[in-house]
């Protein structure tokens, strides 16, 4: 990972949900407005700060070479899973698991309207830049180009009204912003997004409307497969009622697609963006 800690300060008052738990590694509930590890400007707040007051010895035990246990990351404003090794087995299988695309991650995204095709899978290359804010400042950004790397998210529409669209992507690859650039992209931009959505219709949204709902990974030390879920957030389900969705975790219907659910290498071949 770019720019890892290399201490980390406990801080109990940074508050998390468990969502599994056991000796070898830990899927935890990021809230929205919290950094997932310490860099500049959050030294002390963050998702790891918060994690170190309760599992100190592991994951100092892990220490700056196995990033303090955490395996991968998620934006400032995304809220959702996390997962995180507490041993140095586990860490090596996840970090495998994740590099070699093993792991799903499954996103629900309140967006402005839907897109043309209700379900698919976006192909597009991602470059990773950084664009200069003013005379001090900077923020890293993604724009599709040709240069960019490859990134691939297979998506599908789960509800959509006249006025807004629910969408559940699933990023393949793991670029910058990768469901954020790639659903505008298609015309169906996630509400809250400053960077890549119209500022003007926003209906309300508390904060950018992406959340980390599911991962399914196996357990880097049985091999069990683990299918973890989590609830539509809390601070989002006003925005639903206003743009007049559904909410996808009360839905016994709504079974999921198999499409979104395959392999990299199942995905069907027409793609937007080829």
């Known amino acids: 990972m770019n720019n890892r800690p290399t201490q980390v300060e406990p801080n109990e008052r940074v508050t998390y949900a468990v969502h599994h738990a056991d000796e070898h590694m830990l899927v935890v509930e990021k809230p ?11 030294q002390h707040d963050t998702l790891l700060n918060g994690l170190m007051a309760r599992y100190p010895k592991q994951l100092t035990n892990l220490g700056v070479n196995r990033d303090f246990g955490l395996v991968h990351r998620l934006d400032r404003e995304t809220s959702g899973l996390v997962v995180i090794a507490l041993t140095p087995n586990a ?60 990134a691939l998210t297979a998506y599908r529409v789960i509800d959509h009204s006249g006025i807004g ?27 809250g997004d400053s960077l890549y959505g119209p500022k003007k219709i926003q209906f309300g949204a508390p904060r950018l409307a992406l959340h ?63």
């Not at 929205?32 to 400007?41: I, S």
């Not at 669209?165 to 509400?191: F, N, W």
Request: net charge positive.
């Open 91 to 150: 860490y090596d299988g996840l970090r495998e698991q994740f590099e070699n695309r093993g792991v799903r991650k499954f996103y629900w995204a309140v967006c402005h309207k839907a897109p043309r095709d209700l379900e698919g899978v976006i192909r597009k290359p991602i470059l990773d830049e950084i664009q200069r804010t003013s005379r001090y400042t900077s923020v890293r950004i993604a724009k599709i180009s040709s240069a960019g790397k490859p």
């Open 212 to 274: 980390a709902h599911r991962i399914v990974l196996n357990h880097p030390i049985s091999g069990e497969e683990l299918d973890i879920r989590t609830r539509f957030p809390r601070d989002l389900r006003t925005l639903l009622k206003k743009l007049d969705l559904k909410r996808p975790d009360l839905d016994e219907q709504d079974g999921g697609s198999a499409a979104i659910d395959q392999r990299p290498d199942e995905l069907p071949g027409d793609a937007v963006g080829e």
């Open 165 to 191: 669209a629910l969408i559940e992507a699933r990023p393949v690859t793991g670029r910058l912003h990768q469901i954020r650039l790639h659903l505008s992209m298609i015309g169906s931009a996630v509400l």
């Open 32 to 42: 929205t407005r919290v950094v997932t590890q310490p860099g500049v400007g959050h």
